[in-house]
């Protein structure tokens, strides 16, 4: 009787503090993707996940549990990445960057806290695929987290795929204040006329064409994020393949989603999560995209300096790759300091600029540490 007892008490017997402790945030991530509604399709499977990953004795997590086999099939494979990837360029409408090509100056800028990040963690001890892997993740950009992790550092992959989605989903809450202090009240009311110059059909099918082909031979560690990103934008804007646009949109992109969300929620366990070098992570993507932000903001102002006054520099801020999310902060953050000053589809070009920079920043980080690792 005993023993039956035991073994039926064995579960809570092995449950320790840390596992404890990780329950509760995956109940803060769950309760944000609930009541706040903070990016609910990102957080609410990863806070599941790490409820599940802090269940002792469950084997999910040991070969041939569910979870290795999600991990080995999607994340080691960089598959799920990629997939996002092709919904995320099905959604992308690049005509407002298209036709204001000089935003994609605020898309390169707004990727500099990477590399600041980056050289900061070497000057801490960091070897430098772990500062790249850190690096990245100021690019807010899930997927090129994951896929840049999975190749330098894949025992990072946890706190920096937690780290760049938790930002993510933070844009709303982490970016404003940084707009309201580096920018004026003058620069922010600041108004741009959104006179688009008409651009062809033939040439939004060409640009995911020529953009994989010259970013994969400028950056070849860049080219299967890329593709991924243009094929879904081909399928898009080609007009010929509806259903397949459609299913890359809805359901490649959710299923994929879903079980990426839930794979990395169940890396989150005690005994690899809680240590001080996790902490440090965290708190130095944080940092990453901060930088990101300022760097962009600083960018737009110079570039209104320059234009005397015909750019808003709040701009800067969505050159990030927070794709729509940081497009719609900056729009929203206009409008509340003048209803009708519309900044949405300026923001996004920016937006979109700042999603084909994080992928060239991935595979340069890529490069460079195959060059200097």
Not at 42 to 57: E, H, R, S, V
Not at 314 to 336: C, D, H, N, T, Y
């Amino acid at each position: 009787m005993s023993e039956i007892l035991s073994e039926l008490l064995k579960g809570f017997t092995s449950f320790t503090w840390g596992n404890a402790l990780m329950m509760a945030i995956g109940g803060i991530l769950i309760a944000l993707a609930i009541v706040k509604e903070y990016e609910p399709v990102l957080l609410l499977p990863i806070g599941f996940g790490c409820l599940l990953a802090n269940l002792p004795l469950t084997g999910m997590n040991e070969a041939g549990g569910i979870f290795n086999l999600f991990y080995e099939a999607g994340i080691s494979t960089e598959l799920l990445p990629l997939l996002i990837f092709i919904g995320v360029g099905a959604m992308i409408d690049f005509s407002p960057l298209l036709s204001q090509p000089h935003l994609v100056l605020l898309g390169a800028a707004g990727q500099f806290g990477i590399y600041g990040t980056l050289l900061l963690a070497t000057l801490i001890g960091f070897p430098l695929n772990e500062a790249a892997s850190i690096g990245v993740i100021g690019a807010i950009d899930g997927p090129t987290s994951i896929f840049v992790t999975t190749q330098l550092a894949p025992h990072l992959l946890a706190p920096v795929a937690v780290a760049a989605y938790s930002y993510m989903s933070l844009v709303p809450i982490i970016q404003p204040p940084l707009m309201r202090m580096l920018t004026t009240r003058k620069e922010r009311r600041i108004r741009m006329e959104y006179t688009p110059r008409p651009v062809s059909r033939r040439a939004r099918v060409l640009f995911p064409i020529l953009v994989t082909l010259v970013i994969g031979l400028l950056v070849p560690k860049a080219a299967p994020l890329i593709a991924m990103l243009m094929l879904g934008n081909l399928l898009r804007e080609s007009l010929v393949v509806e259903r397949l646009s459609k299913s890359a949109q809805n359901e490649i992109a959710n299923i994929s989603t879903l079980f990426l969300g839930v794979t990395i929620g169940s890396t989150m366990n005690a005994s690899s999560f809680l240590n001080v070098d996790t902490l440090l992570i965290l708190a130095m993507g944080l940092l990453a995209f901060g930088l990101d932000t300022v760097a962009g903001l600083l960018f737009g102002k110079a570039m209104s300096a320059v234009t005397r006054g015909k750019i808003n520099p709040l701009l800067g801020a969505a050159g990030i790759s927070a794709f729509p999310m940081a497009g719609r902060v900056v729009a929203k953050m206009a409008q509340e300091e003048d209803y009708d000053n519309y900044l949405l589809m300026h923001a996004m070009g920016a937006n979109t600029a700042g999603q084909l920079g994080s992928v060239v920043a991935g595979g340069a980080l890529l490069v460079l540490v195959n060059i200097f690792g």
